[in-house]
């Protein structure tokens, strides 16, 4: 959106974003997906930082109407009631409703904005809110909604939707929505391409001292991993693709509210992650269905690929369940079985023969099938993965271009008359995503954002929701993301929590909560080092 003229205006829709409005025509959008176009006269924009738009002409415009004029002095309710006519109850809850369950008082006033409250978007504050156990409740898209910024406090947003001078809800609500305002900045920072200033842990709300030593309890704890790789083929069984012949000691990013805080090691070193890839392939996903290359993630993937390989008892493999490891997809990719039996093919790693479960019913962490996920991709999207994610995900995050994503040798396949690399979810079998710790840790805001990066959110929120999801048989499983809503693979931390892992061991770790992301690659996981550490990193904020 562009910045010319701007202010900030809570357009008071059910799920509706809420941002710059533009002195021009300029699209906005529900958060299901329904475009919306908002017109102002651009007189009202210049010189008014506090606006009250009850009485300003206001414009909306839906698809297949003739853009009706709201009413001057409009008022929630009747606003509500224009809105849904068009666009239907988007949210079986509105605000206004919310509101005035609470406090009746409340309905029938107009709206006066003051001030201009932080950079943020709903994805972001939206991955805060889960905590609270319901990611509907209007009053968590409301504020989690789009805003312009100028320095303001959040805590200003509460008072303007409060309003000053008006009746206010009972304690419990706003209560509820002060800890909320409050608990939420600054969250709008993002990192410029290529460089990432560094900046002292008291401007971000952290402890020096406590912080390193945090820093220092992650260097005594490296990982035992060969760094020559020596144990690879014993480990995982044979090698399909390259290995480097070496890699980095331990190293690692903390970064808080966007901003750098600390790093140790060499947090530049390119090196293979492992599984992490695999929510780098979720990455994708959500890239796939933004874009209409994937509808419905319950639609079996036979609807879209035809290449055979989801035939007979592979017919019901839908998309989610690939994304949560519960396919049960039988068959061989690139000459490694999905049932893992040959020593040989699969090393340390050999599994005993089990029988098949119906698609969604059974949890296996299998890289056949992950391998069949991503040449999945690759046929949906018509051109290579890494191709997909460089353009649409590293670019747009200001990523360095020193990342790779290695295919196998023998992973070349034809794509409309065209060869093209199918690449895998991991470095079991070689070759995978080789990527910097500074790299994976924009990766990581971009998903502690909830997919936003700036003012673009890059990926969809429902997505980043589902993806945040356990699933039904997993050990604490999203889309290809570890969770901790259990607080199994993090003790300590919040249920809120998440993170991408490989062996090695390679952590990207994500706090919502806490507005925290940390990468710590090459570690130790012996008596718990990692939630160890990242409770020290946690225990070193002081608000």
């Given at each position: 959106m562009t910045r010319e003229r701007t202010?900030?205006?809570?357009?008071?829709?059910?799920?509706?974003?809420?941002?710059?409005?533009?002195?021009?025509?300029?699209?906005?959008?529900?958060?299901?997906?329904?475009?919306?176009?908002?017109?102002?006269?651009?007189?009202?924009?210049?010189?008014?930082?506090?606006?009250?738009?009850?009485?300003?002409?206001?414009?909306?415009?839906?698809?297949?109407?003739?853009?009706?004029?709201?009413?001057?002095?409009?008022?929630?309710?009747?606003?509500?009631?224009?809105?849904?006519?068009?666009?239907?109850?988007?949210?079986?809850?509105?605000?206004?409703?919310?509101?005035?369950?609470?406090?009746?008082?409340?309905?029938?006033?107009?709206?006066?904005?003051?001030?201009?409250?932080?950079?943020?978007?709903?994805?972001?504050?939206?991955?805060?809110?889960?905590?609270?156990?319901?990611?509907?409740?209007?009053?968590?898209?409301?504020?989690?909604?789009?805003?312009?910024?100028?320095?303001?406090?959040?805590?200003?947003?509460?008072?303007?939707?409060?309003g000053p001078g008006q009746r206010q809800p009972d304690a419990d609500?706003?209560?509820?929505?002060?800890?909320?305002?409050?608990?939420?900045?600054?969250?709008?920072?993002?990192?410029?391409?290529?460089?990432?200033?560094?900046?002292?842990?008291?401007?971000?709300?952290?402890?020096?001292?406590?912080?390193?030593?945090?820093?220092?309890?992650?260097?005594?704890?490296?990982?035992?991993?060969?760094?020559?790789?020596?144990?690879?083929?014993?480990?995982?069984?044979?090698?399909?693709?390259?290995?480097?012949?070496?890699?980095?000691?331990?190293?690692?990013?903390?970064?808080?509210?966007?901003?750098?805080?600390?790093?140790?090691?060499?947090?530049?070193?390119?090196?293979?992650?492992?599984?992490?890839?695999?929510?780098?392939?979720?990455?994708?996903?959500?890239?796939?269905?933004?874009?209409?290359?994937?509808?419905?993630?319950?639609?079996?993937?036979?609807?879209?690929?035809?290449?055979?390989?989801?035939?007979?008892?592979?017919?019901?493999?839908?998309?989610?369940?690939?994304?949560?490891?519960?396919?049960?997809?039988?068959?061989?990719?690139?000459?490694?079985?999905?049932?893992?039996?040959?020593?040989?093919?699969?090393?340390?790693?050999?599994?005993?023969?089990?029988?098949?479960?119906?698609?969604?019913?059974?949890?296996?962490?299998?890289?056949?099938?992950?391998?069949?996920?991503?040449?999945?991709?690759?046929?949906?999207?018509?051109?290579?993965?890494?191709?997909?994610?460089?353009?649409?995900?590293?670019?747009?995050?200001?990523?360095?271009?020193?990342?790779?994503?290695?295919?196998?040798?023998?992973?070349?396949?034809?794509?409309?008359?065209?060869?093209?690399?199918?690449?895998?979810?991991?470095?079991?079998?070689?070759?995978?995503?080789?990527?910097?710790?500074?790299?994976?840790?924009?990766?990581?805001?971009?998903?502690?954002?909830?997919?936003?990066?700036?003012?673009?959110?890059?990926?969809?929120?429902?997505?980043?929701?589902?993806?945040?999801?356990?699933?039904?048989?997993?050990?604490?499983?999203?889309?290809?993301?570890?969770?901790?809503?259990?607080?199994?693979?993090?003790?300590?931390?919040?249920?809120?929590?998440?993170?991408?892992?490989?062996?090695?061991?390679?952590?990207?770790?994500?706090?919502?909560?806490?507005?925290?992301?940390?990468?710590?690659?090459?570690?130790?996981?012996?008596?718990?080092?990692?939630?160890?550490?990242?409770?020290?990193?946690?225990?070193?904020?002081?608000?």
């Amino acid at each position: 959106m562009t910045r010319e003229r701007t202010a900030w205006l809570w357009a008071l829709l059910p799920g509706v974003l809420v941002g710059t409005l533009p002195a021009q025509d300029s699209p906005w959008h529900l958060l299901e997906g329904t475009p919306l176009r908002c017109q102002v006269d651009p007189t009202l924009v210049r010189g008014k930082p506090d606006l009250a738009f009850a009485n300003e002409p206001l414009r909306f415009e839906l698809p297949g109407t003739a853009g009706k004029a709201v009413p001057p002095g409009i008022c929630w309710q009747q606003l509500m009631a224009f809105t849904e006519a068009e666009a239907g109850a988007r949210r079986a809850a509105s605000l206004v409703e919310y509101l005035t369950e609470k406090d009746p008082g409340i309905s029938d006033r107009t709206f006066v904005g003051k001030g201009s409250p932080q950079s943020a978007t709903a994805g972001t504050v939206a991955s805060k809110l889960w905590e609270y156990g319901d990611g509907d409740d209007p009053i968590v898209w409301h504020i989690a909604s789009q805003i312009d910024h100028d320095g303001t406090e959040w805590a200003h947003v509460v008072t303007a939707v409060l309003g000053p001078g008006q009746r206010q809800p009972d304690a419990d609500l706003r209560a509820r929505m002060v800890a909320l305002a409050t608990s939420l900045q600054p969250i709008g920072f993002v990192p410029p391409a290529g460089a990432w200033p560094r900046v002292e842990p008291a401007t971000v709300g952290m402890d020096a001292d406590r912080l390193a030593a945090a820093i220092a309890f992650a260097q005594q704890k490296p990982s035992p991993w060969p760094k020559d790789f020596a144990t690879q083929e014993q480990i995982f069984g044979r090698l399909l693709g390259p290995m480097p012949k070496t890699r980095a000691d331990t190293n690692g990013v903390i970064v808080r509210r966007g901003q750098l805080v600390a790093t140790f090691g060499d947090v530049t070193a390119v090196d293979p992650t492992y599984s992490v890839a695999k929510s780098l392939l979720a990455t994708v996903t959500a890239i796939a269905v933004r874009d209409g290359r994937i509808g419905d993630l319950d639609e079996p993937v036979a609807a879209r690929v035809h290449d055979g390989g989801y035939e007979g008892i592979n017919a019901k493999v839908t998309w989610r369940h690939h994304l949560q490891q519960e396919s049960e997809w039988q068959g061989v990719m690139f000459g490694k079985d999905h049932a893992f039996l040959d020593p040989v093919e699969f090393g340390a790693g050999v599994r005993k023969p089990r029988e098949r479960q119906d698609p969604g019913t059974y949890y296996e962490y299998n890289d056949v099938r992950i391998n069949r996920f991503a040449l999945s991709l690759l046929r949906v999207f018509g051109e290579p993965v890494p191709e997909v994610f460089a353009a649409q995900v590293m670019t747009p995050i200001g990523a360095s271009t020193t990342w790779r994503w290695i295919p196998y040798e023998n992973a070349i396949v034809d794509i409309d008359g065209k060869p093209m690399p199918s690449i895998s979810g991991g470095t079991r079998w070689g070759g995978g995503v080789h990527i910097s710790a500074l790299d994976l840790a924009r990766l990581g805001l971009l998903w502690q954002r909830g997919g936003a990066w700036g003012e673009r959110q890059l990926l969809p929120t429902s997505f980043v929701r589902a993806a945040l999801t356990p699933s039904a048989h997993g050990p604490d499983y999203g889309f290809l993301f570890w969770l901790n809503t259990r607080q199994q693979n993090w003790p300590g931390l919040p249920k809120t929590c998440f993170g991408a892992r490989g062996a090695g061991n390679n952590t990207v770790f994500v706090s919502p909560e806490h507005e925290l992301v940390i990468v710590w690659r090459w570690h130790a996981t012996e008596g718990g080092a990692d939630a160890t550490f990242f409770r020290m990193v946690v225990e070193a904020i002081t608000g």
